[in-house]
């Protein structure tokens, strides 16, 4: 029995009332995760949040491209350029003589 037929047997037990409803549950679930992880602040690896956290992660598909912007064990301002940005006034094309030909 190859993988496709025995998907299908399995489907065919189900009500499908039912599986709607558990395919509702399971997409709620998912996208519940993603949304909590996208506001979520990874804890440190020796927090007892560490392992919630992997399982939300996990849960939520975060992986890849769709991984945390701040890894675990890492601040926010890690890696970034430390010398502030400059002014807007100070970017070309800000002051309003240049813009505007006055």
């Known amino acids: 029995m190859d993988v496709t037929s025995a998907i299908t047997f399995i489907l065919q037990l189900i009500p499908s009332s039912e599986l709607a409803t558990a395919t509702a549950i399971v997409s709620f679930i998912i996208a519940s995760c993603a949304l909590a992880v996208r506001f979520w602040k990874p ?60």
């Open 43 to 102: 804890p440190t690896s020796t927090s007892r949040w560490a392992g919630f956290y992997r399982i939300v992660s996990a849960l939520a598909q975060a992986r890849g491209w769709n991984a945390n912007s701040f890894p675990v064990d890492r601040k926010p301002s890690e890696g970034q350029d430390p010398s502030p940005a400059p002014p807007a006034s100070d970017a070309k094309g800000s002051d309003i003589k240049e813009t505007h030909g006055s």
